[in-house]
Each structure stands twice: as structure tokens, then as C-alpha cells.
């Protein structure tokens, strides 16, 4: 099916173990996200890219690694994973200004 | 600065009963409106969005929103609840000058029956 997927789709993992998140998408666009959801803090930015080999920071980098060598890939790796990165993590792509999420990634660091 | 805000945090309607969650977004350059849902342990699914033109749009599962650029606001509504409808709500916008997604913090919606 087309669209946006993730995995994995649950992941556990202890501090200071290098994680990584795999997005993939099927339309070929040209934009794609990562935001993590916390309670109280609603979806946060975390990285995003708008073309292979193009990623710019969002609004909390810190500990993230964004790569894009290819358009429908847009892994997430978390370097050393730390307790305050247990979150939900949300891929997406974007269609002209509407952005498309994939199911998300519930991560815990122990 | 840019900004959603969802006055109510958590609402609870009656199966059948209707339902108005709201949206207020702050002025600036020409805002894109979206509504998205998120089922517990779901993604986020988009229920509809509004760009231009006529100002009620239609969305999935018989939502509609109204925009009212006077009041910055584009409200959700449905005429009757279902108890599948029970899920969080986000209210988005782009602003057309710099292209970020600003998300409100949320309406959870319950449903009783």
C-alpha cells in the first residue's frame, strides 16, 4: 500500500545504546519530518528534510542523526539513546503544505 | 509569535450529540488550517484542510470546519457523534511565510454513551 511506514513500531532499549528509526514513504515527496509527541509538550520538530542529501535542524536536534540518501528514506538514529528521548516518535512527508504521518515508533530507554 | 491555540483541553459530548472543537490561530501571513485526529496509539490522520476559497470544508467522517478569518478561527464540527469519534484533535496551521507546521496542544474527546 502507498503511503508512510515505520519501523519499528515499538522498540525498547537501555541508556547509551545507539537506536535507529526507519520512515519510509511511497508518493515520492519531496519533504519529510521527524517529530517526537510527550505528553505536555504536544509534536515537536525534531529534524526534517527537503530533498535526498538536504536536512536541516528542527526545534529539538540534540542526540538526533538525520541521514536522506535516498527520497523515500529518512532514517532517525539516536546515538546514545538517553531516558528523557522515551517518547512517540512521528514521521512524515509533505504534499504541497499538507504533511501525511506515518503510525509512529513508541520508544523506551531504560 | 506564530501560534494554535485549543481553548479546551478535554470535552465530553453524548453519543448522538453535537460536537464543536475550537481553533484560534495568531494573525500573521496567509494561514493553511488543517484538523487532524489521533486515535489512542495511532498516528495522526488528517480530517480535512482549508487554503482558499469557500470557507466551510469538508472533511472524512463527517466533519466540516469553518474558517473566519475576522475571528481567527476554523472550528470543527459534527451534527452527530459516533463513540468510534473518542480521540485526541489537533487543530494545525502553516503560515504561507516561513512553511512550519504549528500544532495546537490538543482536544481530547470523549464520547459517552
Known amino acids: 500500500d502507498a503511503g508512510i511506514t515505520q519501523s519499528p513500531r515499538y522498540k525498547i532499549t537501555e541508556t547509551g545504546r545507539q537506536v535507529t528509526l526507519m520512515c519510509h514513504q511511497t508518493?515520492?515527496?519531496?519533504?519529510m519530518f521527524w517529530y517526537r509527541q510527550d505528553l505536555g509538550h504536544g509534536l515537536r520538530l525534531i529534524y526534517y528534510?527537503?530533498?535526498?542529501?538536504?536536512?536541516d535542524k528542527g526545534e529539538v536536534p540534540d542526540g538526533y542523526v538525520v541521514s536522506r540518501s535516498k527520497t523515500e528514506n529518512f532514517p532517525l538514529t539516536l546515538e546514545s539513546a538517553t531516558r528523557s528521548q522515551t517518547s512517540v516518535y512521528f514521521c512524515?512527508?509533505?504534499?504541497?503544505?499538507?504533511?501525511?504521518f506515518g503510525p509512529g515508533t513508541r520508544l523506551l530507554v531504560l | 509569535a506564530q501560534s494554535v491555540t485549543q481553548p479546551d483541553i478535554h470535552i465530553t459530548v453524548s453519543e448522538g450529540a453535537s460536537l464543536e472543537l475550537r481553533c484560534n490561530y495568531s494573525?500573521?501571513?496567509?494561514?493553511?488550517l488543517f484538523w487532524y485526529v489521533q486515535s489512542p496509539g495511532q498516528g495522526l490522520q488528517l480530517l480535512l484542510k482549508y487554503f482558499s476559497g469557500d470557507t466551510l470544508v469538508q472533511g472524512i467522517k463527517g466533519f466540516e470546519a469553518e474558517f473566519k478569518r475576522s475571528q481567527s478561527s476554523f472550528n470543527l464540527r459534527k451534527p452527530s457523534v459516533h463513540w468510534s469519534d473518542a480521540a485526541e484533535y489537533f487543530c494545525a496551521v502553516v503560515y504561507s511565510n516561513t512553511g512550519k507546521l504549528i500544532f495546537g496542544q490538543g482536544t481530547t474527546l470523549q464520547v459517552k454513551p
Open positions: 512524515a512527508s509533505k504534499e504541497a503544505e499538507t504533511q501525511y
Open positions: 494573525y500573521g501571513a496567509t494561514p493553511y
Open positions: 528534510s527537503a530533498a535526498a542529501d538536504i536536512t
Open positions: 508518493w515520492s515527496h519531496s519533504y
